[in-house]
Every structure is written in structure tokens, then in C-alpha cells.
């Protein structure tokens, strides 16, 4: 899986995925959280993939125990949520994001 940015001006959201490989659960923490951040922070965000497999050494700056977990960067202060991303409520709530109303 290579490196994947969404470049937006000044993003409110700097997001970091780490995954490793191009395994189900990866794709599927990708594309949970791109639908989330399309829908609640659309043009706020910017999401960085890492995979730990072809850059193990990445793991260690945001102390990564356990994959797929994304970390919030911005705003501060960092946080964490490990796992596939699928229960949109438990991401909002550890991005600390308020869901747009339908």
C-alpha cells in the first residue's frame, strides 16, 4: 500500500493510518475512515497512510502497538483509536468530532 495524502489548505485534521499491508482490514480501516472524514470533516482533514510494512521504523514515533490504528495529530492533543474504524460513533468520539446532522 503505498502512501496516500489528501492535501487540503491549512486541515484542521491531520490524520495518520497505520497499517500493515494491503490486508482486509486494512483496506477496510481506510475506507471507513475516508467516508467518516467525507462526511463529518469534509475539506478539514488530511490523511496519511503508513504501512509498517514497508517502513517498520515509522512505528515507533507514535508508539504503535497494534495495527490498524489511526492517530489523530491535530488538533492536540493526540489521540489513538486502534481497529478497523467501522463503528463511525466510537471514531467520532475519539476524534473528538460532533456528527453532522443528516
Do not use: W
Request: aromatic share 2%; charged share 25%.
Amino acid at each position: 500500500m503505498s502512501t496516500a495524502i489528501r492535501s487540503v489548505k491549512a486541515p484542521k485534521f491531520d490524520l495518520r493510518l497505520y497499517v500493515a499491508g494491503q490486508t482486509a482490514k486494512s483496506r477496510a480501516a481506510l475506507a471507513n475512515l475516508q467516508q467518516i472524514c467525507e462526511t463529518h470533516l469534509a475539506g478539514q482533514y488530511r490523511i496519511e497512510v503508513i504501512d509498517l510494512m514497508q517502513t517498520p521504523q515509522l512505528a515507533a514515533g507514535d508508539q504503535i502497538l497494534a495495527v490498524p490504528t489511526l492517530v489523530r495529530r491535530l488538533p492536540e492533543p493526540i489521540k489513538k483509536i486502534i481497529g478497523d474504524l467501522s463503528d463511525e460513533e466510537r471514531v467520532l468520539v475519539g476524534l473528538d468530532v460532533r456528527p453532522t446532522k443528516d
